[in-house]
């Protein structure tokens, strides 16, 4: 698809016309590389969302449990490595660019030096599965500012689909699956239910996406690669005190099943978020209410 859309309300935003490339653009979300890199990483990820420092702060120490050190862009590195092998392996001479959204390499600076380079049309790879705002549309604002920023000589650029279901994306996680299996006890195994887990985001957010749908296509494509009879796909995401409550979600083989929960807040709004799961948070929202006066 075109990195800014269809032309027209009615066009497809993909196709699969074939195009010449001069370079491949890796876009990804960028993580620290030391500690010196975390509070100011934390600070472009919260920009605008009106974060207390001392949250900030909280998140800084998980990071110093790991050295401050994400392990995103030494993988994202790996990647570009290997698909530089891969595409030298066929034949094809393209320069590989890599942009981040929150850290170095920046976004803004891939599209910079791609423009300088002389590069008319690039193919860019966002190393998020699955659709959603955050994952898929939001990368794409992020490469049209870019490229806005660079100017008359920015490149086009094209986003490959999101990859939740291509097969070797399956068979990878698979292969994972079958891994830790392996690492199993034998008397462990036959009684083994397996979790399959992604990182959850708003119910307003999936209901504007196919995120959740994605998730469970790509569990029942991975436990069917595997022969794993029952499973489940469970996810939990917390936003900062004071902003709304955390929730889960989670569907399990058979059959899918919704489920909500919420933890205690220091500050409560004056109304129940707006949930998809509307009247098991009512209950919960009038349980907190209660419990704070």
Known sequence: MTIRGGRGPN????????????????VSFGGPEGPDD????????TRGRNVPRARL???????ARFGGVSPLNSQNRALIAA????????????????????????????????????????????????SSYSGCRQYREDVIKALDAAGPGAPE??????FYNHPRF??????????AVAALAPEQRAGAHVVFTAHSIPCTMARTAGYERQLAEAARLVAQATDTA??????????????????????????ITWRCCTTSMSRPRRKPPSWACRSRASRLWGRHRSSQR
Not at 11 to 26: H, K, S
Not at 170 to 179: D, E, F, S, Y
Not at 235 to 255: I, L, M, N, Q, Y
């Open 38 to 45: 975390v509070l100011p990483f934390l600070a472009n990820v």
């Open 83 to 130: 698909l530089g092998a891969e595409l030298a392996a066929h034949d094809f001479d393209l320069p590989i660019y890599f942009g981040n959204r929150n850290w170095r390499p920046y976004l803004t600076d891939a599209i910079r030096d791609m423009g300088a380079a002389g590069v008319r049309r690039a193919i860019a790879f966002v190393t998020s599965a699955f």
């Open 230 to 255: 029952t499973y489940s796909l469970a996810c939990r995401w917390s936003r900062p005190r004071g902003r709304a409550p955390s929730w889960c979600t989670r569907w399990d083989s058979s059959p």
């Open 157 to 162: 650029v094209d986003k490959l689909r999101v």
């Open 170 to 179: 399956i068979a990878a996680n698979a292969g994972q699956l079958r891994q």
């Open 11 to 26: 066009a497809p935003l993909f196709d699969d016309q074939a195009r010449d490339y001069d370079a491949v653009l890796v």
């Open 57 to 63: 702060e909280e998140v800084v120490l998980h990071y």
